[in-house]
């Protein structure tokens, strides 16, 4: 069983920047896929971005050039820098683990940006 526990969410104002942060319980060479999702009030959850064992990522088209993924593997722990954050980015953000061992979320954290 793996657990992820996100941090860093919080309320921020239109074209400010947030660093979310997710911790997991092992090590994450055993994960082929850390990812962050993300779900607004009604909506759907959405894929925002990923990070390969190898090092490749990829991103939503709506985040593109605003947000970046990455991971430190010493502290089993993966990051979504988020800058020029808009009011349609708020959205409770879920951190995801994909691998052998299974597939696994975290519990969430609230983004909300308004002025």
């Known amino acids: 069983q793996v657990q992820l526990v996100e941090s860093g969410g919080g309320l921020v104002q239109p074209g400010g920047s947030l660093r979310l942060s997710c911790v997991a319980s092992?090590?994450?060479?055993?994960?082929?896929?850390m990812a962050w999702h993300r779900q607004a009030p009604g909506k759907q959850r959405d894929l925002v971005a990923s990070?390969?064992?190898?090092?490749?990522?990829n991103y939503a088209d709506s985040v593109k050039g605003r947000f970046t993924i990455s991971r430190d593997n010493a502290k089993n722990t993966v990051y979504l820098q988020m800058d020029s954050l808009k009011p349609e980015d708020t959205a409770v953000y879920y951190c995801?683990?994909?691998?052998?061992?299974?597939?696994?979320w975290g519990q969430g954290t609230q983004v909300t940006v308004s002025s």
């Open positions: 995801r683990w994909t691998g052998v061992d299974g597939d696994y």
């Open positions: 990070s390969y064992r190898y090092g490749s990522s």
């Open positions: 092992e090590n994450m060479f055993r994960a082929d896929t």
